[in-house]
């Protein structure tokens, strides 16, 4: 069955604007991603008690599982106003590395490769993380998820 889904391009536009000491600084930023397929914006409640499974990468699509190799752009938002939520990439059995994302903010990311080292080590290779997941500060959090995929 061919399908009858046409592409399409997301723009993604980062405005950075100050006034320090009376000069404005700042920049612009627009990032196009093209051919575009499919995007996913959800929104998850976090709880402090463990870890919940945000987003999962893969071989091939499932419930909540994009392809790695599709996926061209990921946000993640804390939605909350005052507590932070960690946010922990995991590839493999064992590796992983941990982010903290305060409330109000965003984690922008155009891939899945990540990289980490033991105290002092010298970088070795990306890898490609294989899930996300996520555990609220002091109070349950909520944080927004798009995704988009080719």
Known sequence: MATTLSTATLT????????????????????????????????????????????????SAAAGTYVTSKVRYIRFTNLDDTNFVRLTFVSGSKNR???????????????????????????GSFSNFTSVKATANSAAVDVGLFVATI
């Open 12 to 59: 993604v536009s980062i405005q950075e604007t100050i006034t320090l000491n009376g000069t404005k600084q700042g920049a612009s930023i627009n990032a196009k991603f093209g051919k575009i397929k499919q995007v996913d914006e959800r929104i998850f409640t976090v709880p402090t008690s463990s870890e919940t499974a945000i987003l999962n990468l893969s071989s």
């Open 97 to 123: 590395f941990d982010t903290k994302l305060e409330a109000g903010r965003s984690m922008i990311f155009s891939n899945a490769s990540i990289s980490g080292s033991a105290a002092g080590a010298s970088f």
